[in-house]
């Protein structure tokens, strides 16, 4: 079984520039979601997609990140502009459903804005 | 104001004896656990869960204790394996009825098994 898939990698880009990151979950998972994980912090939760639809974007900064999810498959996250606290790693996680508990994290894409 | 929290970056260990990593909670409404184990480049990957009407769940080498009274829970390894040298995340768990389950991560431990 094909595991959470993102890219790219790794994106090194300057303030104010735009980027956007792909993520393509597990094949069957309704559920997908979006962290920022920062040196040395935990994953914060910035979106969560039920099928296409929106559950949670509470945590997400609205003014410069967007997401999308448009055939509740695959996903895109965008940051424009960015800003230098946005250099993270970003993870696209997906799940079964919203019940469970487990979630199937993609490596993930190393942002480093300067 | 982190609702989970792993007071200790790292710890060492020496192989073959036992790694307890350990996570606090402030949140009463958690109702699930997990420990994620992330090697570098890697994205995390689900270790083992609990239950909050459970204070033990164990596989193999790994057991997670839950103290509910102490808001506490802990993840013992062994016996402790140079391979298991990663970073450990403690997450838990509430339900929403908008969301469904919704994870909130510690800061994470470093774990070094030494040979």
């Known amino acids: 079984e094909a595991g959470v898939a993102q890219s790219p990698r790794y994106k090194i880009i300057e303030k104010r520039q735009s980027v956007a990151f792909w993520c393509n979950p597990i094949s069957g998972h309704a559920t997908l979601y979006w962290y920022q994980q920062i040196l040395g912090q935990g994953p914060k939760l910035l979106i969560q997609f039920q099928n296409n639809g929106v559950v949670d974007d509470s945590q997400l900064p609205k003014d410069r990140f967007s997401a999308e999810r448009l055939k509740g498959v695959d996903s895109t996250l965008k940051i424009q502009p960015a800003k230098l606290e946005d250099s993270a790693v970003y993870l696209c996680?997906?799940?079964?459903?919203?019940?469970?508990?487990?979630?199937?994290f993609g490596e993930g894409s190393r942002l480093t804005v300067l | 104001d982190q609702q989970v929290k792993q007071n200790s970056p790292s710890l060492s260990v020496q192989e073959g004896r036992i790694s307890i990593l350990n996570c606090d909670y402030t949140?009463?409404?958690?109702?699930?656990f997990l420990w994620y184990k992330k090697y570098p480049a890697e994205g995390p990957t689900f270790l083992i869960s609990?239950?909050?009407?459970?204070d033990k769940n164990e596989d193999g080498r790994f057991t997670v204790f839950l103290n509910k009274s102490a808001k506490h829970l802990s993840l013992h390894i062994v016996p402790s394996q140079p391979g298991d040298s990663a970073v450990y995340f403690c997450?838990?768990?509430?339900?929403?009825?908008?969301?469904?389950?919704?994870?909130?991560f510690g800061g994470g431990t470093r774990l070094m098994v030494k040979p």
């Open positions: 949140n009463s409404m958690f109702d699930y």
């Open positions: 996680a997906s799940s079964l459903g919203w019940s469970s508990g487990e979630l199937f």
């Open positions: 997450a838990a768990s509430s339900f929403n009825n908008n969301a469904g389950n919704m994870l909130t």
């Open positions: 609990i239950s909050s009407i459970k």
